[in-house]
């Protein structure tokens, strides 16, 4: 089993920056791929960003030049840069990692863009 713990996420004005970090509880050098989907209200869980433990990257188009998605400690965590956010990515945030195959999600954070 792996544990996932997220930080970061909040309330933000249109504009503004927020940074998202996701810490797993395996070495990272098992684990495949992390990212981050999120959950808008009345609509289904999308991808939002996604590395691969090759260093391949993919963003959705909604996102692409304004998020920024790296991986740092001993390669078991993921980070989410936000900036430019919109009302439109209000949404829970959820971490997702891949290890042997298995899927796994964090509990997901809030992050709320208004004024």
């Known amino acids: 089993q792996v544990q996932l713990v997220e930080s970061g996420g909040g309330l933000v004005q249109p504009g503004g920056s927020l940074g998202l970090s996701c810490a797993a509880s395996r070495s990272g050098f098992s684990i495949s791929a992390m990212g981050w989907y999120r959950q808008a209200p009345g609509k289904e869980r999308e991808l939002v960003a996604r590395i691969t433990s090759g260093g391949g990257i993919n963003y959705t188009d909604s996102v692409r030049g304004r998020f920024t998605i790296s991986r740092g400690g001993a390669l078991n965590t993921v980070y989410l840069q936000m900036n430019n956010l919109k009302s439109e990515d209000t949404a829970v945030y959820y971490c997702?990692?891949?290890?042997?195959?298995?899927?796994?999600w964090g509990k997901g954070t809030l992050v709320t863009v208004s004024a």
């Open positions: 997702h990692v891949v290890t042997y195959g298995v899927s796994y």
